[in-house]
């Protein structure tokens, strides 16, 4: 049975990847996003998983930086999935002091570094005297939360993590926007079976010559008249030398058509470093693995 390492337990992370891959896996939890990097780049784990972007905050550009910098690992699939962030706690033993904020009486908060732009108006409506605690996952929010077992002390995460640690749930569903979703990668050196996709990307980093004015529109331009879709494309440092950028595209698109090949053939031909982070089958929610 293969490993795959997530961040966990009872983390956004867990509560995707169980949903997305059903029992055929054995689950091991890492407390940091580092952790899950390097232990399936050393073998520890056949794959990982990683939350690498989110609807309302974009990019996870640690994340990005960790695939493109730390690591050599093909990414072998992505897949959507909706998350809701439940506020998490005690009640206040004192409510009719403040009748018209329950939560008035929490003065702190653990989650995330994510979660105050996923949660900011629930967060400044009924937390503003509150100070956030930036910890390690959602679920180590309220770990804490339930061993300090102080109504003072609350943590924003997943009813699954509400339920393993017996710390109720205040308030369901706090995030800005009900359609919430976060995409994830599998990352891996072993390619899983997977059920087929109707839809395959491609992601590659495109570095461009230093000497060739007009490289990115020379680079666009490649995709174009092949009417080749990019559903994202960012520019992020190289962290060699200042000014010097390498963009990271993803493609909608096989490396199995005649097309993609040969648009990255004449970006090479142009001076440009291409280099391939994985052609992979992508899935959108509500994903159906019944016969896994």
């Not at 439940?86 to 009748?99: C, K, M, S, V, W």
């Not at 005297?129 to 929010?141: I, L, N, P, R």
């Not at 804490?144 to 205040?170: C, E, H, K, V």
Request: proline share 6%; aromatic share 10%.
């Amino acid at each position: 049975m293969k490993k795959v390492a997530i961040l966990g337990p009872s983390t956004f992370s867990e509560e995707a990847t169980r949903y997305f891959l059903r029992e055929d896996f054995e689950y091991v939890s890492y407390k940091l996003i580092s952790e899950v990097f390097i232990a399936t780049a050393t073998g520890e784990t056949e794959l990982g998983v990683i939350p690498i972007e989110n609807t309302l905050e974009g990019s996870v550009h640690l994340h990005v930086d960790w695939l493109v910098h730390e690591v050599d690992l093909p990414i072998r699939a992505e897949w959507v999935f909706p998350i809701d962030m439940n506020l998490i706690g005690y009640p206040n033993p004192h409510n009719h002091e403040d009748a018209s904020n329950p939560y008035g009486h929490i003065r702190k908060v653990l989650s995330h570094q994510v979660v105050p732009a996923q949660c900011s108006r629930f967060m400044k409506q009924y937390l503003s005297g509150a100070e956030f605690e930036q910890v390690s996952s959602t679920a180590e929010g309220v770990r804490l939360a339930s061993t300090f077992q102080d109504p003072t002390i609350a943590a924003i995460g997943t009813a699954i993590a509400s339920a393993n640690y017996g710390i109720p749930i205040l308030q369901k569903e706090i995030q800005d926007h009900k359609d919430n979703m976060t995409r994830f990668l599998l990352v891996g050196s072993e390619a899983p079976e997977l059920k087929p996709s109707d839809l395959m990307k491609t992601t590659i980093l495109v570095t461009l010559p230093e000497d060739y004015p007009g490289a990115l529109h020379q680079v666009l331009s490649a995709f174009a008249w092949r009417r080749i879709n990019l559903s994202k494309i960012e520019s992020k440092p190289t962290k060699k030398k200042l000014g010097i950028y390498y963009f990271y595209i993803d493609i909608a698109g096989s490396m199995d058509s005649v097309l993609l090949p040969s648009a990255i053939q004449e970006i090479e031909a142009i001076g440009c470093q291409v280099r391939i982070l994985g052609c992979y089958p992508s899935y959108s929610h509500p994903m159906m693995f019944d016969d896994h």
